[in-house]
C-alpha cells in the first residue's frame, strides 16, 4: 500500500514512516499542507494520513482542497484535539476516521489498513464470508458449517465490523467508536468481554477459530 | 487634589446631574417668563384700555366744537397739576397748544398707533415719586386731527415698567439660583455615588494585583449599586475557588502522576541493567509503555474534565431518549457483570424525553457502571435504572453491593484525584467521578451518592447507589 504522511513533526512523521515500512507498506512524508496537497494530486496514494495542525497550510483545509478537486483517496486525520466537536469538524471537512494522538502506533496501522480496504467496491455486498463463516446482511443471519449461529443484534454488527475488515487488525478503541458509537475509553474490558462471548457462538462449537487476539493491538478475524 | 476634582467633573454620574440640574433651571426659567408674559402684558393692556377710552373722550369733544373745545378740555384737565393723563396738543406749526408735556416723543408708533418713551415730568410734587427722578416712562397714542393737529394722549408707567422690570430681574435672578441649587445637589449626589463606585473600583484594583480577599462593600438596600457590589462579590467568590481548584489541581497531578512516572522510570532503569536477559527487558519495556498509556488517560481525562469545568466544551445538546442511552450501556455492561459473577439488572422506563449530549451521558454512566463493576464484591448485585423520579426529574441510578462510600467521604470522592484509601489498589485515575460531576453539571444535572441495597451483616458493604438527575425537557420541539 502506498501511504502519504502530511505532518510537520518530523520525529513523529519519521515515526509513522518506520512503523508503516516495517508492516511492508510504502510511505511517503510531506512537511506541511501546501507540500501534502502537492504531492497527493501528483501520486496516486491508497491513503493519506493528515497531521490536524500544520503550518501554511493546516490539514482541514488541505482535505478540503482535495475533496473539492473531487479526489476520494480516504483520510485518517491526526489531531490533538479530542473533543466530540472536534472530530465532527474533522469529519465534515472530508476526514474519514478521526484519530486522537496521542495514539498507538498498533492502532494507527489498523485505521490506515481498515481505510484502505474502504476503497473496494464493497458498496452493494450482501453477503460476507470468512472461510466457512458466512453473513447473509440481508436476512439478518449467520452461518457457519452450514449450522445458523442466532446472534444478538450488537454481536451481529460487531460481527459484521469484524467480517468487513477480515485479515486485518482490528482495535478496541475501533469497535467502541465504530460498532458502539462511544469515543471514550471504558476502565474495564468490555469490548473483551463482548469478544469472548462472540467468540463462543462463532468459534467454541468448531474445530478451528477464526477470531484471533493480537497482542497489544486488538483482534483479527481471518480463516 | 486638582487631578482629582478634574477627574470627577468627567464622570458620568456628575455629566448627569449637571444636565439635569441645566433642565431643571430652564425648566422653572420658561415657567416663570411664562407668568411674565401673562402679567406685565396684563398691565400694559390696562393702560393701553384706559387710554382708548380718554381718546374716545376727546374724540367726542372735537365732534362736539372742534379744536377749540378740545383745546379747552386739555386746558381745564391740566391746569393746576394732578392730571391723570398725559396731553399734548400740537398747532400744525409745531407749536405746543396745551398739555402737560412738553413736546411730542419722536418715536415711531407702533402697528396699533402707540408709544412708548421717557419724559421729564413738568412739575414736581404732584406725585410720590420715592426715587426722586424726573424721567420717567410714559406710553400713549399719537393722533393726527383734520387740519394738520396733533394730539397725543398718554399715560404715566412709570411704576408698572418698574414692576415688570423687577418681576423680569427675580425671573431670571431665581433661574440662575435653581441653576446653582441644582448643579451643588448634583455634586453632592453624584459625589456619593462616585465614592460607592471608587470603592469597588479600588476592590477590582487590588484584585488585579494579585489579593483576592477584598470584597467590594454592600449596604443591603438592594439599589444597583448594592446589587453590583453582589455579583461582583459572586464573581470574586467564583474566581477564587477555581483559583483554588486549580492550584489544587496543579499539586494533585503533580502527586498522583508522581508515582506512575516512578514506577515506569525504574522499570526502564531495570531493564538497562539486565543483563542479556531479552525476555524480560521486553516485558519491562512493554510494561513501561502500558504505563505511559494509563498515565496519557490520565491526562485526555483532566483534559476533557478542563474543558468540561471551564465550559468550553460545546457539547451537542439535543432531545433525545434516555432509554436509548440506559439500554445501550445496559447491554454493554451486562456481560461484563456476569462475568465477574454480578447479578445484573436493568430496569428501563421508555417515553421520557431529555436534552443531552449521547455521548458525554453514556461516558458518565459508564464511569459508574465501571465503579460498581470494580468495587462489588463476586456474588453481588449492579442494577442500572431509569425513572422519572416523583419531583418529575429524569433519574439515571446504578445500585450495587458493594463496600459503599461512607457518608463522610460521598462529597470529596467527586472531586479530583480524590481516591479512597481501600480503592488505591484498584486501576483508576481517581477521575472518574469528577467527570461524571462535571457532565451533570453540563447538563443542568445533580450528582448524589448515597446508601445502596446492601447488607452489612452478610459481610458485604452497604452498597452504593449513584444518581444522576436531569431535568425533563420541556414539551414541543
Redesign the interface.
Known sequence: MRILIVEDDREAASYIRKGLRESGHVADHAGDGEEGLEMARAAEYDVLVVDRMMPRMDGLSMVEALRADDDRTPVLILSAL????DR?EGLKAGGDDYL?K?Y?FAELLARVEALARRRDPDTVRTKLVVGDLEMDLLARTVVREGEEILL?P?EFRLLEFLMKHSGQVVTRTMLLEKV?D?????????ID??I??LRSKIDKPFPRSLLHTVR?AGYRLQA | MQARGAAFLRTTAFRQTLLSAALFALASFVTLGFVYAASAGMVLRRADAAINEEVEQLDASFQAGGIRTVNRYILERTVGGGADYLYLLVHPSGRSLSGNLTYLPDVQPDDEGRVQFTYRRPAAGDRDDADGKDDRTARGRIIDLPSGYQLYVGLDVDEETRLVSRMLNTILAASALALALGVAAGIFVSRRFVRRLDRINTVARRVKAGDLQPRAPRNFTGDELDELSENFNNMLDRVEALMHRMRHTGDSIAHDLRTPLTRMRNRLDEALREDGDRQSREQAL?RA?ADT?EL??IF?AI??LS?LEAGE????IQRLDPADIAS?LA???E??CE?EGLAFAAEIQTGLILLG?R??L??AL??IL?NA??YTPAGGAVTLRLRETGEGKIEFSVTDTGPGIPDSDRGRVTQRFVRLDNSRTK??SGL?LSLVQAIADVHNGTFELGEGPGVVADGHGAGLRASLCFPKAPAGS
Open positions: 479530542g473533543e466530540v466537536d465532527v486522537v496521542p498507538a444478538q450488537r458502539w462511544y469515543h471514550f475509553d471504558p476502565q474495564t474490558n468490555v468481554v463482548h469472548s462471548r497489544g | 512493554e509503555v498509556d496519557l488517560g485526555n483534559l476533557s474543558r466544551s460545546r457539547a451537542s445501550d447491554e454493554l455492561y456481560p461484563v462475568d449530549d455521548g458525554l453514556s461516558q459508564a464511569n465501571d463493576v470494580k486501576p483508576g472518574g
